[in-house]
């Protein structure tokens, strides 16, 4: 689910949230909503209760219809994970690409860097000090855009940095007993041995863990950044419409979008949480 919401929705937006919140309720009528510049999430709330719809269903109306704006791929492969976004926006998109980086190099500016240099147009890519990359391409579509970023976790498979690490970690132990303790050889084989399976068993345990909590962070970092689109959308809509309201300035829609865009229930159970 995204985690965003906007400051302002579309007539055609609040028709689809309270078309979702009805059917969730299993309400079959039609729904007419008055031409407005803009809706904030307490009005929608507020014209979904007033025909009958609870905040329970506006909440996951609303949850779902940013969730419909999203293809969601992953795809992990032994030494990156790819995670790409295909997303229905009317957003620019070279207003999507200069917010992305900026989004990207300030949720990243506590990572030691060496690079972040742009590839082509629409690649970047964020070297780090330990040589790990993490890569971001933007691609304009019919309906959107489409965002692929990628980083890697990793230098071969699990299995083979555990044997790798399991193996070195087994040697320098056998070494030190033949050298310093002087271990009979058969024992010290035998050593050897048990060590790099034990210790190949564990590495790999310790490893995939470690993975797993890279690839979570790397989501989270995904979501983050297209967390940003909702609102350049917003800001085109009201710049669109400052321009075109510079003789006859709306009092009533610059008040509205100056509202609390926090969600209230009109009979307060619990804080909404998106």
Same mark, same amino acid.
């Given at each position: ?13 609040? &028709? ?228 075109? &309201? ?10 509205? &979008? ?17």
């Amino acid at each position: 689910m995204m985690n965003y919401v906007k400051a302002t929705y579309s007539v055609q937006e609040v &028709n689809e949230i309270l078309c979702l919140a009805m059917e969730l309720q299993g309400i079959n009528e039609e729904i007419i909503v008055p031409e407005e510049k803009g809706f904030s999430l307490n009005e929608i709330v507020e014209s979904g209760t007033s025909i009958g719809l609870s905040f329970k269903n506006i909440e996951k109306a609303i949850k779902a219809y940013h969730s419909s704006k999203i293809i969601r791929h992953s795809h992990i492969t032994d030494t990156h994970v790819f995670e790409e976004r295909e997303i229905v926006t009317t957003a620019r998109w070279d207003e999507i690409w200069h917010e992305i980086i900026s989004e990207l190099q300030f949720r990243m500016s506590g990572i030691p860097t060496i690079e972040s240099r742009k590839k082509v147009n629409n690649e970047w890519v964020f070297t780090e000090r330990n040589g790990v990359e993490t890569e971001v391409s933007l691609n304009q579509q019919e309906t959107g855009i489409k965002l692929i970023m990628a980083r890697q976790i990793g230098f071969a498979s699990p299995f083979i940095e555990s044997v790798l690490a399991g193996s070195l970690l087994s040697i320098i132990i056998v070494s030190y007993l033949l050298i310093f303790l002087k271990t009979a050889f058969s024992i010290s084989l035998i050593t050897l041995l048990s060590l790099m399976i034990l210790s190949t068993l564990l590495i790999r345990k310790i490893n995939v863990s470690r993975r797993n909590r890279k690839i979570k962070i790397f989501n989270r970092l995904v979501e983050q950044v297209i967390d940003q689109i909702p609102l350049i959308e917003t800001k085109e809509r009201q710049t669109a419409e400052s321009t075109h &309201n510079d003789d006859a300035p709306d009092t009533h829609s610059a008040a509205k &979008n100056q509202q609390d865009i926090t969600i209230r229930d009109p009979s307060p159970k619990r804080f909404p949480r998106f």
